[in-house]
């Protein structure tokens, strides 16, 4: 029979002077099937159909009810919540480690807001679990080792609506909200209107109290975003099923800016959010934050002397780059006039490309260098098929353009 495992024993007796051989038969009774990840998994889906359902004492249901801490900070957590629109919240089971009566379960949360994401919004989180009466109970919570928290357990969510975005806060004024949701707005149809593709038509904004809250949300330290108003999250490449995409402000650097400069920051940031799906490991900075940049300044009429003074000095120094920025030129690190630069000289470069080959062909040559399998020669090829040049030549422009709107 299949699960048992029988076999047979010999054993020799002797008895009334005759030996008899005696066959003993030893099988063992089935092993009891395995059922733990079956039971967390019933545990989880009961959690997620509770957040979906707004239940409250559904939720707090599958908190271990000896941890009395637990539960007041899961009921907190919970009511936060009440103001997102959800449309869908599940749980992937990705790996259980038992150790008798408790377990812990590096899971994925997948959640969708409704009418912004056409796919889920994923982040690692690990739990420990208890089993108490046959039942597996949730006794702590916690994100995956560089993962960053979600916006809900760090306060009570508010929310602002606009026609084309909504804007999610913690800790801050209504009217701030609804600013934000504003400017976001007249950015969706800006970036309309400069990337020709499809794409949501639509942005979540999240705007966290302090630069300190934004560093948590992200999983880094907060100083690496000190001076930075606004950055996007999302995994790039894939498809339009990639994961969606959240624009989170930061307060502090937010405030500073201009009216003029908070619409470039959040149209820039918006321009992240429509070309992802066709952005790759192949794509370089230079060009993803170009074209960024390319699309927020568009539709203003801001020159380049005005836009690239970093970039301005080192020309004018006699300090001319002598090849487009590299990766490494982006780092947030302590040399800012570097950074600006190279963001300044991707600029540029896609102003370059709009302005001689056109802004199709600005989209194509995007498009091309995002669908190459690999970094190495990807914006080689696409120079070659999409523009009919190659990477000299295309420097050697680029550096005469530098020195024609900046000399």
């Excluded at 056409?118 to 089993?131: C, D, F, I, K």
């Excluded at 001319?320 to 963001?343: I, K, Q, V, W």
Aim: hydrophobic share 40%; glycine share 10%.
């Amino acid at each position: 029979m299949a699960g048992r495992r029988c076999g047979t024993r010999r054993t020799h007796t002797v008895g009334g002077g005759l030996a008899v051989l005696l066959l003993v038969s030893a099988c063992g009774a089935p092993a009891a099937p395995d059922t733990t990840d079956r039971d967390i998994r019933q545990t989880l889906d009961r959690r997620a159909a509770a957040v979906v359902h707004r239940d409250e004492s559904g939720y707090l249901a599958v908190v271990d009810p000896r941890a009395k801490g637990l539960l007041t900070a899961q009921r907190t957590e919970f009511r936060n919540l009440a103001a997102v629109p959800l449309r869908s919240w599940q749980y992937s089971l990705e790996d259980v480690r038992r150790q008798g009566s408790t377990a812990t379960a590096r899971v994925e949360l997948r959640y969708r807001i409704e009418g912004y994401d056409s796919a889920p919004v994923a982040a690692g989180r690990t739990l420990a679990l208890v089993e108490r009466d046959g039942r597996w109970y949730i006794d702590g919570d916690s994100p995956d080792r560089g993962t960053g928290q979600q916006l809900w357990q760090q306060g009570r969510v508010e929310t602002a609506e606009g026609n084309h975005s909504l804007v999610l806060g913690v800790g801050q004024r209504p009217q701030l909200l609804r600013q934000v949701a504003a400017v976001a707005d007249r950015a969706v149809p800006a970036v309309e209107s400069a990337w020709h593709g499809t794409w949501a038509d639509r942005v979540v904004v999240l705007v966290p109290s302090s630069l300190d809250a934004m560093g948590a949300l992200l999983g880094s330290p907060a100083a690496t975003y000190q001076g930075i108003a606004a950055v996007t999250t999302g995994e790039a490449g894939g498809s339009s099923a990639a994961p969606a995409d959240r624009v989170i402000v930061n307060p502090e650097a937010y405030a500073t800016l201009s009216e003029r400069g908070k619409q470039v920051v959040l149209t820039h940031e918006t321009t992240h959010v429509a070309t992802r799906a066709q952005t790759s490991a192949a794509t370089p900075l230079w060009l993803s934050e170009g074209f960024a940049d390319w699309a927020a300044y568009r539709g203003t009429d801001t020159t380049p002397q005005e836009a690239a003074p970093e970039l301005q000095r080192a020309v004018r120094s006699g300090e001319l780059p002598a090849a487009l920025p590299t990766d490494a030129d982006f780092g947030f690190s302590d040399d800012a006039d570097r950074l600006a630069r190279a963001y300044e000289g991707g600029w540029l470069a896609c102003r370059m490309i709009a302005g001689h080959w056109g802004e199709q062909k600005l989209t194509d040559f995007y498009r091309a260098v995002g669908a190459h399998e690999q970094r190495d020669g990807a914006v080689e090829a696409a120079l070659n098929t999409v523009l009919g040049t190659d990477l000299a030549d295309f420097t050697a422009r680029w550096r005469e353009y530098l020195k024609a709107q900046l000399g």
